[in-house]
């Protein structure tokens, strides 16, 4: 007897995979998403453009030298416009809050997908996202009422002398980290628990040990994503506000001392535009100037992650 296929192109034809034409609510989701990626693209042209006509009016004004410089106090008279005060701010508080971030968030992530069991990770996982829905208000005042005072007490050889102060930059930096931590777990415990199993498999079979398995086979196999996690959580911290405003003070400052009180890019823009100054002057001008700034270097964060993601990347089929 010969043997045919059940099908719409009849008997002895192969059957066909597909409908012969797109449902409708196929075509529906496909033009949803599409028009999510066009907003997506709108949105960040429109900050751009929002961005671009202040900051050329501003340079008209203020030389790029006297903007790459020191001395930022916009505000004063005669103003300055040092940028390089409150770039040195952001990067202060983003580098000890990585420092603190991303050793703990590693740990957290490999606990999770190479030794936590089913239930602990059901039950750890869903609480640890939850940290990154706390606001961010809340964690600066954590950080200005009860971190600020234990690093007081504990900073070795004494806190500058004795001297106390109300704000620094390493207070905001692990009210950042407390906040990334979060970000960087879950997303690497994703890349992790990725990784096929018979990679796992087959270095236990080699004799290797749990520890190992995890630091020598899967955190490889796994760099891209947790160098996305780790990317993605410096981008968050550039632009992280309420903390600094709150824990590190609102003091230009050219340093990478912890213990100092600095300004970041964005505390300077959320105490700046507030509306007590006239709309069209330099000040005013200066808000977009220093946003273009930090438009920039989260754009350079983004470009680098993305190259190092595609150098990374591993393929499994």
Request: hydrophobic share 50%.
């Amino acid at each position: 007897m010969e043997a045919t296929s059940i099908g719409a192109g009849g008997p002895g034809r192969r059957p066909r995979l597909e409908a012969p034409s797109r449902r409708w609510g196929e075509r529906a989701i496909q033009g949803l998403l599409a028009l999510c990626a066009v907003l997506s693209v709108v949105t960040t042209t429109a900050i751009v453009i929002s961005l671009v006509g202040p900051t050329i009016g501003f340079f008209q004004d203020v030389s790029l030298g006297e903007f790459f410089s020191t001395e930022w106090f916009p505000t004063f008279e005669p103003p300055q416009f040092g940028v390089l005060d409150i770039v040195a701010g952001t990067v202060n508080v983003t580098l000890w809050g990585m420092l603190f971030a991303i050793p703990i968030g590693l740990a957290a992530a490999i606990y999770l997908s190479e030794y936590a069991s089913p239930r602990v990770r059901k039950v750890i996982k869903p609480i640890l996202e939850i940290l990154a829905g706390i606001p961010t208000v809340a964690i600066g005042f954590f950080a200005a009422s009860f971190v600020i005072p234990i690093v007081q007490d504990v900073w070795p050889g004494g806190f500058l002398g004795g001297a106390e102060k109300p704000f620094f930059a390493l207070a905001a930096g692990l009210g950042i980290g407390l906040m990334i931590v979060p970000i960087i777990a879950s997303i690497s415990e994703d890349a992790m628990s990725a990784v096929p199993r018979g990679l796992r498999e087959g270095a236990y079979a080699m004799g290797a040990t749990k520890a190992k398995v995890a630091l020598r086979v899967v955190f490889p196999a796994a760099l891209s994503g947790i160098v996305a996690s780790i990317v993605l959580g410096v981008s968050r911290a550039l632009g992280e506000t309420m903390i600094v405003v709150l824990a590190a003070g609102s003091t230009p400052n050219f340093t990478l001392n912890p213990v100092e009180s600095i300004q970041a890019i964005t505390s300077f823009i959320a105490t700046t535009a507030t509306g007590d100054i006239a709309q069209g002057s330099v000040t005013y001008e200066s808000v977009f100037a220093a946003g273009t700034v930090l438009f920039v270097m989260t754009l350079a964060m983004n470009m680098i992650s993305i190259r190092l993601v595609r150098r990374y990347r591993e393929v499994y089929e």
